[in-house]
């Protein structure tokens, strides 16, 4: 059971590039989303899905994309890399049903971008 | 303006003791409230929760504290392991979306 994954691991942009992060997950989870970790601040919300089709805004989505054609992948895409975009990028994914005590909510490794 | 806040950015416990770490919230609308622990290079894993309408909730050596007049929080290790040397962030749940504080970093010294 791979849980969710995220490729590429490490990633350098220059300025200006587009890039798309990968996430896949294989828990049958409705519910997933980007986050994104800088020093002194946390982990904060990108976008979210709560299921193939739908999606919308975290917290600090400008500069970003997704889109959640299937209910395993959710990628994030980078339309016009910025040095303020290097950072940590962490998808995760959650069971929605009933019972749900926030404790069902699942991380992948992160991904490291550096926009130079 | 962040909503959850975790104002020690570290803490250093000797083996043995007690680690607690603590937690501030603004929103009364959280309905849950939980603690991740992080390692370098890996995503964060889920470690324990509460609900709103409790006050304590305890596994083995952790154990959260919610109180929630005062909107704060705490988790205590008990006894603290060098392996609990992690950063610890404090998360609170409005659905499925988590506002996550700045994070501690827990060093335990054997």
């Known amino acids: 059971n791979a849980g969710v994954t995220q490729t590429p691991k490490f990633q350098v942009l220059k300025t200006g590039q587009s890039m798309t992060l990968q996430c896949a997950q294989d828990m049958n989870h409705e519910y997933m989303s980007w986050y994104r970790q800088d020093p002194g601040m946390g982990l904060r919300l990108i976008h979210y899905s709560v299921g193939a089709g739908i999606t919308d805004q975290g917290e600090v989505p400008n500069g970003y994309n997704v889109s959640r054609s299937t209910t395993e992948d959710f990628p994030l895409r980078l339309l016009s890399a910025a040095p303020s975009q290097t950072s940590v990028y962490f998808c995760?994914?959650?069971?929605?049903?009933?019972?749900?005590?926030?404790?069902?909510?699942?991380f992948g490794e992160g991904s490291w971008l550096t926009v130079v | 303006d962040q909503q959850v806040k975790q104002n020690s950015p570290s803490l250093s416990v000797q083996e043995g003791r007690i680690s607690i770490l603590n937690c501030d919230y603004t929103n009364s609308m959280f309905d849950y409230f939980l603690w991740y622990k992080k390692y370098p290079a890996e995503g964060p894993t889920f470690l324990i929760s509460i609900s709103s309408i409790k006050d304590k909730n305890e596994d083995g050596r952790f154990t959260v504290f919610l109180n929630k007049s005062a909107k704060h929080l705490s988790l205590h290790i008990v006894p603290s392991q060098p392996g609990d040397s992690a950063v610890y962030f404090c998360a609170a749940s409005a659905g499925h979306k988590l506002v996550f504080g700045a994070g501690t970093i827990l060093r335990v010294k054997s």
């Open positions: 995760a994914s959650s069971y929605s049903g009933e019972g749900y005590s926030g404790n069902t909510i699942y």
